[in-house]
């Protein structure tokens, strides 16, 4: 299967529902620097949660500047909610001040730039380029990575080693949709536990369930449907016995 024709059976799966917490930010404030404190607020953290403490954070501190000259406790209370608030206020306080200090208040353009910015790994630096500044890169978190891995599309152990193979595999053009894509993917359809392979449109194709793991996960529950059903029906059967 073509990598573009799986990007595409995947969309038409989600049916266009829901977004990113990156993409949702992205979309209402338009502003690197809020992707970039968004990314890292995200890091174990529910989408919900994620765009509801940036919200309260950038009502409150709308530039590097202010963000950079912030109580520590009071940054920490707009983002309780997140996992490790009090770490990432501390986090999210240098990276302002750095960029603050050193790149004139505006968020770097390139991976090298925000690799050197504190508490900002690979990942988050590719969502910067992606959702920030809508350059071409692949982020990659767990569910890109597993899914990539589930497919077939790579066999990597770090998701390192499957961002570079999938900048190999999928067309540079695409890149941007790739994580936005997988993410929402991995939540909705190919979850990490129980993959809901009964309405996945990539069976045919997925190496996993080639090798009947997602199958036997997906016969145990349409075994469980069928029982709950047959159930169901026998006190439907019992009640209009009654009746008679
Ligand atoms: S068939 Fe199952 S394991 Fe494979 S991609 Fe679809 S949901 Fe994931």
Redesign the pocket.
């Known amino acids: 299967m073509d990598p573009v024709d799986i990007l595409r059976a995947m969309k038409a799966a989600l049916g266009g529902k829901g977004e990113t917490a990156l993409a949702a930010v992205e979309d209402r404030l338009k502003d690197p620097f809020a992707v970039l404190i968004a990314t890292v607020l995200s890091h174990r953290t529910r989408d919900e949660r994620t765009s509801e403490a940036a919200m309260r954070l950038f009502e409150r501190f709308r530039t590097p500047q202010e963000l950079a000259a912030a109580a520590e406790s009071e940054v920490a209370d707009l983002i309780r909610g997140v996992g490790f608030y009090r770490n990432k206020a501390r986090a999210i306080i240098k990276i302002a001040r750095e960029i603050t200090e050193k790149h004139g208040g505006e968020v770097p353009r390139d991976l090298e730039g925000l690799l050197e910015l504190p508490s900002v790994g690979r990942k988050t630096a590719n969502c910067v380029l992606v959702y920030g500044f809508g350059l071409e890169a692949i982020p990659v978190d767990t569910h890109v990575h597993r899914?990539a891995n589930?497919?077939g599309l790579v066999a990597t152990r770090t998701p390192e080693e499957t961002e570079g193979e999938l900048m190999g595999i999928f067309p540079k053009r695409t890149w941007a949709e790739v994580n936005d894509t997988f993410v929402m993917?991995g939540k909705k359809?190919?979850?990490p536990i129980g993959?809901?392979?009964w309405?996945?449109?990539?069976?045919g194709?997925?190496?996993?369930?080639k090798v009947g793991?997602?199958r036997s996960?997906?016969t145990k529950r349409e075994r469980r449907g069928k029982k709950k059903r047959k159930e169901k029906g026998s006190e439907e059967g019992r009640q209009s016995d009654t009746k008679k």
Do not use: D, N, V, W
């Not at 194709?205 to 369930?209: G, L, N, Q």
């Open positions: 899914i589930r497919i993917f359809i190919c979850k993959p809901r392979c309405i996945c449109p990539l069976t194709f997925c190496e996993y369930y793991l997602g996960e997906g």
